[in-house]
């Protein structure tokens, strides 16, 4: 029978060994290397988006937000980054249409989707009627929130054409009507920190009797 204290000894110089083996191994290939052999997973992913109607090619981190892709890889650095998780509207954006808070998605998932941002809706002497209202009505301070608010509200009308009901319609047997309490409910993930609401919901307003 082979002593204990002899059978502990020879376990011990096994692990010594082994965990040398690695490091060694490790240190050959660098650590780059080392994780490229050892990971199959890819970290990166080529995409392409429409954004406001031109085609953009990119190479992105699969991990960067929406938000990133926009603001540092295109640089349209009017989409806004406030709380970076979901809770200001800032970062809102069109995605196909479709009202988005570009913190909270992956750029990877929106290969082939059509954006829409600020930058997107109107230019200087040609502002969308959204924009218009907004400076007509002094709809904002800072205008940090701002694009946000715009894109947001721009959506919020089409919401209302399209008859999606809101957590205060009514009668949903009926066409959605542009109300200041449907805008109110419908703009409430958009905080705005200086207090434009009552502004904002006049903007709508009147950018609602402008399209209709
Ligand atoms: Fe996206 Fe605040 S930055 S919701
Ligand atoms: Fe300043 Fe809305 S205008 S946060």
Same mark, same amino acid.
């Given at each position: 029978?082979?002593n204990?204290i002899?059978?502990?000894?020879?376990?011990r110089?096994?692990?010594? *060994?082994?965990?040398?083996?690695?490091?060694?191994? !490790?240190a050959?290939?660098?650590?780059l %290397? $080392?994780?490229?052999?050892g #990971?199959?997973?890819?970290?990166?992913?080529?995409?392409t988006?429409?954004?406001n109607?031109e085609s953009?090619s990119?190479?992105?981190?699969?991990r960067t937000?929406?938000?990133d892709a926009?603001r540092?890889?295109l640089?349209?650095?009017?989409?806004?980054?406030?709380?970076?998780?979901?809770?200001?509207?800032?970062?809102?954006v069109?995605?196909d249409?479709r009202?988005v808070?570009?913190?909270?998605t992956?750029?990877?998932?929106?290969?082939g989707?059509?954006v *829409?941002?600020?930058?997107?809706?109107?230019?200087? !002497?040609?502002?969308?009627p959204m924009q %218009? $209202?907004?400076?007509?009505? #002094?709809?904002?301070?800072?205008?940090y929130?701002?694009?946000?608010?715009?894109?947001?509200?721009?959506?919020v009308l089409?919401?209302?054409k399209a008859?999606?009901?809101?957590?205060?319609?009514?009668?949903?047997?009926?066409?959605?009507?542009?109300?200041?309490?449907e805008?109110?409910?419908r703009?409430?993930?958009?905080?705005?920190?200086?207090g434009?609401?009552?502004?904002?919901?006049?903007?709508?307003?009147?950018a609602?009797g402008?399209k209709?």
């Open positions: 029978m082979q204990p002899h059978l502990e000894l020879s376990r110089n096994l692990l010594v *060994t082994s965990a040398a083996s690695v490091a060694v191994a !490790g050959a290939k660098g650590p %290397a $080392a994780q490229e052999a #990971d199959s997973m890819p970290h990166k992913s080529r995409l988006l429409t954004v109607g953009r990119l190479e992105v981190d699969n937000t929406l938000l926009l540092e890889h640089h349209l650095t009017g989409t806004k980054k406030g709380c970076d998780h979901g809770q200001c509207g800032a970062c809102t069109m995605v249409g009202r808070n570009s913190c909270l992956l750029a990877v998932m929106h290969d989707d059509r *829409t941002t600020i930058e997107g809706l109107g230019r200087p !002497g040609a502002l969308h %218009a $209202a907004f400076v007509k009505h #002094d709809g904002f301070q800072c205008g929130c701002t694009p946000g608010q715009i894109c947001s509200s721009v959506a089409e919401e209302i008859n999606i009901p809101s957590h205060v319609t009514g009668d949903l047997t009926v066409q959605a009507v542009v109300t200041p309490t805008i109110r409910e703009m409430s993930g958009n905080i705005c920190r200086c434009a609401y009552s502004n904002i919901i006049d903007a709508i307003v009147e609602a402008t209709a």
